[in-house]
């Protein structure tokens, strides 16, 4: 059972969150503060950290910067209020893995934590390094299967961490960027489904895609996805089969109008969590590259 550390100072609000995540299997403990939540994560590493952003003493961003610091196998998700998306976006700098407004807790919450805990129990707990490995090219072609996503962002990650190029905590932003990427050409490539419809209804949204991955021609679309490996970098390029568009058409990630939309939010983590991000002319293809970080 994945254990979860919720911060939150409300009471309402932190039986809302216990009760989001226990009706789904995890197990949930509560504390009101930073302090005692670094606390319980020295006792016993949680899985997760789901933290509010005010509470007193120390508030959500500066305990997500002191996670990160000395627990840095520690993932956290940040709970945001409507219009505080420059907090959002701090957070994601600072070493959040992901935050979720307020206002949809109980569509997104879990996913979020799903998601996160797939890619982050793919990581081993130790490495053996192959310091004789030099470069590493590697190709995949996906079928349109979202279970098949978190195992290639695991290998991948087990990659980048051969070559040392960062952290555990940067290979996990690193991570959730891939996931972001290859749900993207999925979804909104090969199945041509539109954001708008999510913005609308989540879950109408997700049984939508479910039935159009069964019909021509969208069932036989692939991901592509090459990686290419070396002790200074690490590139990724990730296309879909679909006809693409305008890359005038694709959100600004900077624009905080942006952030709270569903829609909005992968586009901004793969921003903030690699260091370039480009598309090629018609928008069906991403290259994500992340740099070796100084030590």
């Given at each position: 059972?994945?254990?979860i550390l919720v911060?939150e100072?409300?009471?309402?609000?932190s039986?809302?969150l216990?009760?989001?995540?226990?009706?789904?299997g995890?197990?949930v403990?509560?504390?009101a503060?930073?302090i005692?939540?670094?606390?319980?994560?020295?006792?016993q590493p949680?899985?997760v950290v789901?933290?509010d952003?005010?509470?007193p003493?120390m508030?959500g961003l500066?305990l997500?910067?002191?996670?990160?610091?000395?627990?840095?196998?520690v993932p956290?998700?940040?709970i945001t209020?409507?219009?505080?998306?420059?907090v959002?976006?701090?957070?994601?700098h600072?070493?959040a893995?992901?935050?979720?407004p307020?206002?949809?807790?109980d569509s997104d919450?879990?996913p979020c934590?799903?998601?996160?805990?797939g890619?982050?129990?793919?990581?081993?707990?130790?490495r053996?390094?192959i310091d004789?490995?030099?470069?590493n090219?590697?190709r995949?072609?996906?079928d349109?299967?979202l279970?098949?996503?978190?195992?290639?962002?695991s290998h991948?990650?087990?990659?980048v961490g051969?070559?040392?190029?960062?952290?555990e905590?940067a290979?996990l932003?690193?991570?959730i960027?891939?996931s972001e990427?290859?749900t993207?050409?999925?979804?909104h490539?090969?199945?041509?489904l539109?954001?708008?419809?999510?913005?609308a209804?989540?879950r109408?949204w997700f049984d939508?895609a479910?039935?159009r991955?069964?019909?021509?021609p969208?069932?036989?679309?692939?991901?592509?996805?090459?990686?290419?490996?070396?002790?200074?970098?690490?590139?990724?390029?990730?296309r879909d089969?679909?006809?693409?568009?305008?890359?005038a058409q694709l959100?600004?990630?900077?624009?905080q109008?942006?952030l709270?939309?569903a829609s909005?939010?992968?586009l901004?983590?793969?921003h903030?969590f690699?260091?370039?991000?480009?598309h090629?002319?018609v928008a069906?293809?991403?290259?994500l590259v992340?740099?070796?970080?100084?030590?």
């Amino acid at each position: 059972m994945s254990r979860i550390l919720v911060v939150e100072d409300s009471h309402s609000q932190s039986v809302l969150l216990k009760g989001v995540l226990e009706a789904h299997g995890f197990e949930v403990t509560i504390v009101a503060e930073g302090i005692a939540a670094l606390e319980a994560i020295s006792r016993q590493p949680p899985h997760v950290v789901v933290t509010d952003m005010l509470m007193p003493g120390m508030n959500g961003l500066e305990l997500v910067e002191q996670v990160r610091k000395r627990f840095p196998r520690v993932p956290t998700i940040l709970i945001t209020e409507y219009g505080s998306e420059d907090v959002a976006a701090e957070a994601l700098h600072r070493g959040a893995v992901g935050y979720i407004p307020k206002r949809r807790i109980d569509s997104d919450l879990v996913p979020c934590v799903e998601r996160v805990l797939g890619i982050a129990k793919g990581n081993p707990r130790h490495r053996k390094l192959i310091d004789e490995l030099v470069t590493n090219e590697l190709r995949f072609v996906l079928d349109n299967d979202l279970s098949v996503v978190p195992h290639l962002v695991s290998h991948l990650q087990d990659c980048v961490g051969l070559m040392q190029l960062c952290d555990e905590t940067a290979q996990l932003r690193l991570g959730i960027a891939l996931s972001e990427a290859m749900t993207n050409a999925i979804y909104h490539g090969n199945l041509e489904l539109s954001s708008e419809l999510r913005n609308a209804d989540g879950r109408n949204w997700f049984d939508f895609a479910q039935n159009r991955s069964q019909e021509a021609p969208y069932r036989d679309r692939q991901v592509h996805v090459a990686a290419s490996l070396t002790r200074e970098s690490a590139k990724f390029v990730i296309r879909d089969d679909g006809f693409g568009f305008s890359p005038a058409q694709l959100s600004d990630p900077c624009d905080q109008a942006n952030l709270a939309k569903a829609s909005g939010r992968g586009l901004l983590l793969i921003h903030c969590f690699v260091d370039e991000v480009s598309h090629n002319a018609v928008a069906n293809e991403i290259t994500l590259v992340k740099r070796r970080e100084p030590k």
